[in-house]
Protein backbone atom coordinates (compact mmCIF):
# COMPACT_ATOMS: atom_id res chain seq x y z
CA UNK A 1 0.00 0.00 0.00
CA UNK A 2 1.50 3.40 -0.78
CA UNK A 3 1.74 6.32 1.06
CA UNK A 4 -0.73 8.76 1.53
CA UNK A 5 -0.33 12.64 0.57
CA UNK A 6 -2.13 15.52 1.09
CA UNK A 7 -1.45 19.17 2.46
CA UNK A 8 1.34 19.36 5.10
CA UNK A 9 1.25 21.51 8.10
CA UNK A 10 2.98 25.13 7.82
CA UNK A 11 6.29 24.57 9.48
CA UNK A 12 10.07 25.55 8.90
CA UNK A 13 12.58 23.15 8.36
CA UNK A 14 15.81 22.81 10.07
CA UNK A 15 18.95 24.10 8.63
CA UNK A 16 20.36 22.64 5.02
CA UNK A 17 16.98 21.37 4.55
CA UNK A 18 17.32 22.17 0.62
CA UNK A 19 17.10 19.64 -1.46
CA UNK A 20 20.59 18.49 -2.76
CA UNK A 21 23.99 16.54 -2.51
CA UNK A 22 25.55 17.13 0.60
CA UNK A 23 28.84 15.64 2.73
CA UNK A 24 27.70 12.91 5.61
CA UNK A 25 31.43 12.24 7.00
CA UNK A 26 33.30 10.28 4.65
CA UNK A 27 36.29 11.72 2.48
CA UNK A 28 35.35 12.10 -1.37
CA UNK A 29 31.61 11.07 -0.29
CA UNK A 30 28.32 12.84 -0.86
CA UNK A 31 24.53 11.86 -0.48
CA UNK A 32 21.45 13.09 -1.94
CA UNK A 33 19.03 15.17 0.74
CA UNK A 34 15.73 14.81 -0.75
CA UNK A 35 14.22 18.09 1.60
CA UNK A 36 13.12 15.43 4.17
CA UNK A 37 15.94 12.26 3.94
CA UNK A 38 18.73 11.06 2.61
CA UNK A 39 16.83 9.61 -0.18
CA UNK A 40 20.30 6.74 -0.64
CA UNK A 41 21.71 8.24 -3.57
CA UNK A 42 25.35 8.42 -3.27
CA UNK A 43 28.08 9.99 -5.43
CA UNK A 44 31.77 10.17 -5.35
CA UNK A 45 33.67 13.67 -5.32
CA UNK A 46 37.19 13.95 -4.47
CA UNK A 47 37.02 17.47 -3.36
CA UNK A 48 35.10 16.50 -0.31
CA UNK A 49 37.16 15.87 2.83
CA UNK A 50 36.40 14.03 5.73
CA UNK A 51 34.44 15.92 8.61
CA UNK A 52 36.84 16.73 11.82
CA UNK A 53 35.25 14.09 14.50
CA UNK A 54 34.06 16.04 16.95
CA UNK A 55 35.61 15.10 20.72
CA UNK A 56 34.27 16.18 23.86
CA UNK A 57 34.46 15.09 27.60
CA UNK A 58 31.53 13.28 28.97
CA UNK A 59 29.33 15.42 26.32
CA UNK A 60 26.25 14.33 27.96
CA UNK A 61 26.19 16.02 31.17
CA UNK A 62 25.68 19.11 29.12
CA UNK A 63 22.34 18.01 27.69
CA UNK A 64 18.88 18.05 29.62
CA UNK A 65 17.93 14.83 28.65
CA UNK A 66 20.68 13.44 31.08
CA UNK A 67 19.59 15.33 34.50
CA UNK A 68 15.80 14.73 33.54
CA UNK A 69 16.92 10.90 33.61
CA UNK A 70 19.01 11.51 36.20
CA UNK A 71 16.45 13.63 37.99
CA UNK A 72 13.64 10.88 37.46
CA UNK A 73 15.83 7.61 38.68
CA UNK A 74 16.84 9.24 41.71
CA UNK A 75 13.18 10.48 42.88
CA UNK A 76 11.67 7.11 42.19
CA UNK A 77 14.60 5.32 44.04
CA UNK A 78 14.02 7.87 46.97
CA UNK A 79 10.20 8.57 47.36
CA UNK A 80 10.42 4.52 47.16
CA UNK A 81 12.83 4.10 49.53
CA UNK A 82 11.29 6.28 52.44
CA UNK A 83 7.40 5.71 51.70
CA UNK A 84 8.67 2.03 52.78
CA UNK A 85 10.78 2.74 55.96
CA UNK A 86 7.89 5.08 57.26
CA UNK A 87 5.08 2.64 56.21
CA UNK A 88 3.67 5.70 53.62
CA UNK A 89 2.25 2.97 50.86
CA UNK A 90 0.26 6.70 49.28
CA UNK A 91 4.01 8.16 48.83
CA UNK A 92 4.99 5.76 46.32
CA UNK A 93 2.55 7.49 43.90
CA UNK A 94 4.99 10.40 44.14
CA UNK A 95 6.90 8.16 42.19
CA UNK A 96 4.78 8.90 38.75
CA UNK A 97 6.52 12.11 38.21
CA UNK A 98 10.04 10.35 38.08
CA UNK A 99 8.71 8.04 35.66
CA UNK A 100 7.70 10.89 34.22
CA UNK A 101 11.25 12.56 33.60
CA UNK A 102 12.64 9.76 32.62
CA UNK A 103 10.07 8.90 29.60
CA UNK A 104 10.52 12.17 28.36
CA UNK A 105 14.05 12.25 28.42
CA UNK A 106 13.88 8.89 26.11
CA UNK A 107 12.26 10.95 24.09
CA UNK A 108 14.64 14.06 23.76
CA UNK A 109 17.57 11.91 23.53
CA UNK A 110 16.67 10.88 19.99
CA UNK A 111 14.83 13.74 18.59
CA UNK A 112 16.95 16.29 19.38
CA UNK A 113 19.99 14.68 17.31
CA UNK A 114 17.83 14.57 14.45
CA UNK A 115 16.78 18.58 14.43
CA UNK A 116 13.35 18.13 16.00
CA UNK A 117 12.84 20.92 18.26
CA UNK A 118 10.01 19.95 20.56
CA UNK A 119 8.40 22.93 21.00
CA UNK A 120 7.69 23.81 17.12
CA UNK A 121 6.01 19.92 16.74
CA UNK A 122 2.52 20.28 15.42
CA UNK A 123 0.08 19.74 18.52
CA UNK A 124 -1.95 16.64 16.62
CA UNK A 125 1.70 15.41 16.21
CA UNK A 126 1.95 14.96 19.77
CA UNK A 127 -1.45 14.10 20.41
CA UNK A 128 -1.52 11.31 18.52
CA UNK A 129 1.59 9.79 19.85
CA UNK A 130 0.46 10.48 23.62
CA UNK A 131 -2.98 8.54 22.22
CA UNK A 132 -0.96 5.98 20.44
CA UNK A 133 0.51 4.95 24.03
CA UNK A 134 -2.71 4.79 25.54
CA UNK A 135 -4.13 2.08 23.05
CA UNK A 136 -1.00 0.53 22.86
CA UNK A 137 -0.93 -0.12 26.73
CA UNK A 138 -4.75 -1.17 26.48
CA UNK A 139 -4.33 -3.18 23.09
CA UNK A 140 -1.41 -5.01 24.67
CA UNK A 141 -2.80 -5.45 28.28
CA UNK A 142 -6.05 -7.25 26.65
CA UNK A 143 -4.40 -9.46 24.65
CA UNK A 144 -2.08 -10.79 26.76
CA UNK A 145 -4.79 -11.39 29.32
CA UNK A 146 -6.91 -13.07 26.33
CA UNK A 147 -3.86 -15.52 25.14
CA UNK A 148 -2.23 -16.37 28.80
CA UNK A 149 -3.88 -18.88 29.26
CA UNK A 150 -3.57 -20.47 25.81
CA UNK A 151 -0.25 -20.10 24.89
CA UNK A 152 2.77 -22.37 26.83
CA UNK A 153 3.74 -21.72 30.52
CA UNK A 154 7.38 -21.81 29.65
CA UNK A 155 8.44 -18.67 30.87
CA UNK A 156 10.70 -18.35 27.05
CA UNK A 157 7.38 -18.54 25.20
CA UNK A 158 5.54 -16.12 27.27
CA UNK A 159 8.52 -13.85 27.20
CA UNK A 160 8.36 -13.97 22.93
CA UNK A 161 4.56 -13.77 22.43
CA UNK A 162 4.99 -10.26 24.93
CA UNK A 163 7.47 -8.93 22.74
CA UNK A 164 5.67 -9.59 19.98
CA UNK A 165 2.26 -8.25 21.05
CA UNK A 166 3.85 -5.13 22.47
CA UNK A 167 5.80 -4.06 20.01
CA UNK A 168 3.33 -4.43 17.36
CA UNK A 169 0.90 -2.45 19.65
CA UNK A 170 3.13 0.46 20.70
CA UNK A 171 3.72 0.96 16.70
CA UNK A 172 -0.34 0.12 15.45
CA UNK A 173 -1.73 3.83 15.87
CA UNK A 174 1.23 5.06 13.69
CA UNK A 175 1.42 3.14 11.52
CA UNK A 176 -2.01 3.44 10.51
CA UNK A 177 -1.34 6.98 10.56
CA UNK A 178 1.29 6.19 7.57
CA UNK A 179 -0.90 4.11 5.81
CA UNK A 180 -4.60 6.15 5.90
CA UNK A 181 -3.28 9.08 7.25
CA UNK A 182 -1.86 12.31 4.63
CA UNK A 183 1.40 13.10 4.51
CA UNK A 184 1.46 15.06 8.07
CA UNK A 185 2.54 11.58 9.37
CA UNK A 186 4.96 10.15 6.25
CA UNK A 187 8.01 12.48 7.06
CA UNK A 188 10.33 10.16 8.69
CA UNK A 189 11.26 12.62 11.49
CA UNK A 190 7.85 12.94 11.96
CA UNK A 191 7.46 9.16 12.41
CA UNK A 192 10.24 9.11 14.83
CA UNK A 193 8.38 11.32 17.31
CA UNK A 194 4.73 9.49 17.16
CA UNK A 195 7.07 6.39 18.02
CA UNK A 196 9.12 8.20 20.55
CA UNK A 197 6.01 9.61 22.10
CA UNK A 198 4.18 6.34 21.69
CA UNK A 199 6.98 4.03 23.33
CA UNK A 200 7.47 6.36 26.11
CA UNK A 201 3.98 6.87 27.14
CA UNK A 202 3.42 3.07 27.06
CA UNK A 203 6.45 2.51 29.36
CA UNK A 204 5.67 4.92 31.98
CA UNK A 205 2.38 3.32 32.34
CA UNK A 206 3.93 -0.17 32.40
CA UNK A 207 6.11 1.43 35.11
CA UNK A 208 3.31 3.17 36.97
CA UNK A 209 1.51 -0.49 37.16
CA UNK A 210 4.54 -2.26 38.63
CA UNK A 211 5.80 0.35 40.99
CA UNK A 212 2.30 1.74 42.64
CA UNK A 213 -0.48 -0.55 41.50
CA UNK A 214 0.71 -3.94 42.39
CA UNK A 215 -0.12 -4.81 45.82
CA UNK A 216 2.12 -6.92 48.01
CA UNK A 217 5.07 -5.56 47.61
CA UNK A 218 7.72 -3.11 48.68
CA UNK A 219 7.77 -0.36 46.25
CA UNK A 220 11.47 0.14 47.06
CA UNK A 221 11.86 -3.77 45.33
CA UNK A 222 10.29 -2.33 41.54
CA UNK A 223 12.72 0.88 41.82
CA UNK A 224 14.91 -0.26 38.99
CA UNK A 225 11.50 -0.61 36.63
CA UNK A 226 12.69 3.26 35.67
CA UNK A 227 15.37 1.93 33.72
CA UNK A 228 13.63 -1.26 32.99
CA UNK A 229 11.03 0.98 31.02
CA UNK A 230 13.05 2.50 28.79
CA UNK A 231 13.42 -0.73 27.21
CA UNK A 232 10.24 0.54 25.47
CA UNK A 233 10.70 3.81 23.93
CA UNK A 234 14.27 2.57 22.92
CA UNK A 235 12.92 -0.24 20.83
CA UNK A 236 9.68 1.24 18.98
CA UNK A 237 12.19 4.43 18.14
CA UNK A 238 14.08 1.68 16.32
CA UNK A 239 11.60 0.17 14.67
CA UNK A 240 9.90 3.48 13.53
CA UNK A 241 13.61 5.36 12.23
CA UNK A 242 13.80 2.11 9.62
CA UNK A 243 10.01 1.91 8.61
CA UNK A 244 9.13 5.31 8.04
CA UNK A 245 12.75 6.08 6.21
CA UNK A 246 12.27 2.86 4.06
CA UNK A 247 8.76 3.85 3.56
CA UNK A 248 9.40 7.16 2.49
CA UNK A 249 12.13 6.22 0.12
CA UNK A 250 10.02 3.09 -1.25
CA UNK A 251 6.95 4.50 -1.87
CA UNK A 252 5.00 2.28 0.19
CA UNK A 253 4.04 1.44 3.92
CA UNK A 254 5.15 -2.26 3.87
CA UNK A 255 8.84 -2.57 3.43
CA UNK A 256 11.11 -5.75 4.22
CA UNK A 257 13.35 -3.29 5.62
CA UNK A 258 10.66 -2.59 8.07
CA UNK A 259 9.43 -6.06 9.04
CA UNK A 260 13.26 -7.25 9.49
CA UNK A 261 13.69 -4.14 12.51
CA UNK A 262 9.99 -5.01 13.70
CA UNK A 263 11.20 -8.40 14.31
CA UNK A 264 14.84 -7.31 15.42
CA UNK A 265 12.92 -5.65 17.93
CA UNK A 266 9.88 -8.35 19.08
CA UNK A 267 13.18 -10.82 19.35
CA UNK A 268 14.65 -8.23 21.62
CA UNK A 269 12.09 -7.67 23.56
CA UNK A 270 11.02 -11.64 23.90
CA UNK A 271 14.84 -12.20 25.01
CA UNK A 272 14.42 -9.93 27.56
CA UNK A 273 11.22 -10.95 28.92
CA UNK A 274 11.97 -14.32 28.53
CA UNK A 275 15.13 -14.35 30.59
CA UNK A 276 13.76 -12.39 32.87
CA UNK A 277 10.29 -14.76 33.28
CA UNK A 278 12.75 -17.81 33.56
CA UNK A 279 14.70 -16.78 36.30
CA UNK A 280 11.87 -15.12 38.18
CA UNK A 281 9.96 -18.54 37.96
CA UNK A 282 7.35 -17.00 35.17
CA UNK A 283 6.16 -14.56 37.26
CA UNK A 284 6.30 -11.34 35.36
CA UNK A 285 6.55 -9.23 38.72
CA UNK A 286 9.69 -10.18 39.18
CA UNK A 287 9.10 -13.51 41.40
CA UNK A 288 9.27 -13.50 45.20
CA UNK A 289 9.65 -9.74 46.14
CA UNK A 290 11.02 -8.57 49.63
CA UNK A 291 8.15 -6.21 51.20
CA UNK A 292 11.20 -5.06 54.04
CA UNK A 293 14.12 -2.88 53.18
CA UNK A 294 16.75 -5.33 52.10
CA UNK A 295 15.22 -4.88 48.92
CA UNK A 296 16.98 -1.97 48.57
CA UNK A 297 20.05 -3.84 47.78
CA UNK A 298 18.65 -5.82 45.07
CA UNK A 299 16.84 -2.99 43.36
CA UNK A 300 20.36 -0.96 43.20
CA UNK A 301 22.08 -4.33 41.86
CA UNK A 302 19.08 -4.15 39.39
CA UNK A 303 19.63 -0.60 38.58
CA UNK A 304 23.42 -0.99 37.85
CA UNK A 305 22.50 -4.34 35.86
CA UNK A 306 19.70 -2.54 33.16
CA UNK A 307 21.62 0.30 33.32
CA UNK A 308 24.30 -0.63 31.42
CA UNK A 309 22.02 -3.04 29.00
CA UNK A 310 19.48 0.27 28.31
CA UNK A 311 23.07 1.65 26.99
CA UNK A 312 23.56 -0.80 24.95
CA UNK A 313 20.10 -0.50 23.57
CA UNK A 314 20.37 2.91 23.19
CA UNK A 315 23.59 2.27 20.92
CA UNK A 316 21.51 -0.45 18.86
CA UNK A 317 18.75 2.43 17.96
CA UNK A 318 21.41 4.45 17.56
CA UNK A 319 22.30 2.89 14.27
CA UNK A 320 18.84 3.50 12.86
CA UNK A 321 17.95 7.26 14.19
CA UNK A 322 21.50 8.66 12.66
CA UNK A 323 20.54 7.60 9.24
CA UNK A 324 17.77 10.68 9.94
CA UNK A 325 20.20 13.51 11.03
CA UNK A 326 19.92 16.21 8.41
CA UNK A 327 22.87 17.71 6.59
CA UNK A 328 22.79 21.02 8.64
CA UNK A 329 23.91 18.92 12.22
CA UNK A 330 26.55 16.20 10.42
CA UNK A 331 29.30 18.10 11.07
CA UNK A 332 27.90 19.41 14.69
CA UNK A 333 27.53 15.73 15.10
CA UNK A 334 29.78 13.12 16.47
CA UNK A 335 30.99 10.29 14.16
CA UNK A 336 28.45 7.75 15.83
CA UNK A 337 25.58 10.17 15.32
CA UNK A 338 26.76 10.44 11.75
CA UNK A 339 24.16 9.05 9.01
CA UNK A 340 25.60 6.17 6.96
CA UNK A 341 23.66 6.14 4.11
CA UNK A 342 22.00 2.54 4.36
CA UNK A 343 20.20 1.27 1.36
CA UNK A 344 17.04 0.70 3.38
CA UNK A 345 14.15 0.95 1.32
CA UNK A 346 16.14 2.20 -2.11
CA UNK A 347 14.68 1.65 -4.93
CA UNK A 348 16.98 -0.56 -7.16
CA UNK A 349 16.38 1.14 -9.96
CA UNK A 350 16.94 4.76 -9.05
CA UNK A 351 20.40 3.68 -7.16
CA UNK A 352 22.41 5.89 -9.41
CA UNK A 353 20.00 8.06 -10.91
CA UNK A 354 19.63 12.05 -8.81
CA UNK A 355 15.99 11.73 -7.66
CA UNK A 356 13.76 14.94 -7.37
CA UNK A 357 12.35 16.71 -4.43
CA UNK A 358 9.24 15.57 -3.85
CA UNK A 359 5.76 17.32 -2.30
CA UNK A 360 5.78 16.00 1.21
CA UNK A 361 4.71 16.28 4.33
CA UNK A 362 5.80 18.48 7.45
CA UNK A 363 9.60 18.30 9.06
CA UNK A 364 9.20 18.66 13.08
CA UNK A 365 11.57 21.06 13.71
Known amino acids: MTVARAVPWPINPVEANEPGFYPYGPTGKLAYWDGHAWSGVRADDAAVTEIPHLRTFLPFLRHLWFWLAASGVLLVYLVNYVSDTNGLKPLAWFSVLGYALVMSAAVLIFTRRVG ?48 VI ?113 GAGGDSAGGQVSTDLSAIEPALFGGVVWLGI ?26 GWRP ?17 ARDTGPVPD
Do not use: C
Open 340 to 356: RIHQWGVPRSSSAATPK
Open 166 to 278: EEVAKLAVPVALLIWGSNRFSSPRTGLVLAAVSGSVFGFLEGVSYNVLMSGQAATSQSDRVLVELLHPFLTILVAAVIWLAAWRKGRSFTLAGLLALGIAAGIHGFNDGLTFS
Open 116 to 163: VRLRRIPRPVLLWGLLSGLIAYGLALGVELSVGPVVDSNPWTNGFSTG
Open 310 to 335: MVLLFLIARVAVRELVPPGLVATSSK
